[in-house]
């Protein structure tokens, strides 16, 4: 409807425009007409699963991340095994990298897959390099599974390590920019979302798929990812490392 009524009043404008020009200049004018329209880049048709398609890419993959890994060390408290995984000779580092290594995987395999999908099914372009989008996607696991994994070693059951992934992950996809453009958010929260590892994944997936955007331009969210994949990993082995104690 709105764009019914700008297409009127921009014709009426154009009308009025022609018949003041006729009537303070008698002879004949030529002159060129201009076309003013507004396109967007790399998405002209507006089709709007060229915007959410890549987004799910990567709500998928966090999503996934964090329901595993949160329940993976108190899985093992809860079935007794702990202290078995106690008397070996395993550093905590060690136990943990074993935990999060078959997740990677299973992560990683499904991010392919939902990529077929979307270029086979959905028909969305990618003008970028898959493997950077892969590299991009590891980085984002080492954030995510870090999480999970402190969740992980904070909680007691995995009834309450679920509930705590799902209360971290509400605000992740709220505050991403996949539903609300981070812009228009209030300045706090734009800067709280420095925090958030999906709100950079989102900005590199949709620039590979879309743009075609190479490193050179998105080596700021690979930065911010990777710092908070150390951090919250060193907080993860740090308090698991005194739960053995």
């Not at 890994?69 to 000779?89: N, W």
């Amino acid at each position: 409807m709105a764009a019914v009524r700008i297409a009127y009043a921009a014709s009426v404008i154009e009308r009025f425009n022609t018949e003041l020009l006729r009537e303070r200049h008698r002879g004949r004018i030529d002159f060129g007409e201009i076309d003013s329209r507004l396109r967007t880049w790399y998405n002209p048709n507006l089709d709007s699963r060229y915007f959410y398609v890549p987004g799910i890419v990567a709500f998928l993959v966090m999503l996934l991340s964090l329901l595993f890994t949160s329940m993976a060390i108190v899985r093992e408290t809860e079935a007794g095994t702990m202290e078995q995984l106690i008397v070996t000779p395993l550093r905590p580092a060690e136990l943990i990298l074993g935990k999060t290594i078959p997740f990677i995987l299973i992560a990683q395999a499904q991010m392919v897959l939902v990529i077929l999908f979307a270029r086979g099914w959905f028909g969305i372009p990618m003008a970028g390099n898959g493997a950077l989008l892969l590299a991009a996607s590891s980085v984002f696991l080492l954030s995510t599974l870090g999480i999970g994994l402190l969740i992980s070693t904070v909680s007691r059951t995995q009834q309450q390590a679920m509930m705590t992934t799902f209360f971290f992950i509400l605000p992740f996809f709220m505050l991403s920019g996949f539903v609300f453009p981070i812009a228009h958010m209030p300045a706090p929260i734009q800067w709280l979302n420095h925090a958030n590892p999906l709100s950079h994944f989102l900005i590199i997936v949709r620039g590979v798929f879309l743009k075609g955007t190479g490193f050179s331009v998105l080596w700021p969210q690979f930065l911010e990812m990777a710092v908070i994949g150390c951090l919250v990993f060193t907080a993860a082995i740090r308090r698991f490392r005194k739960r053995l104690e």
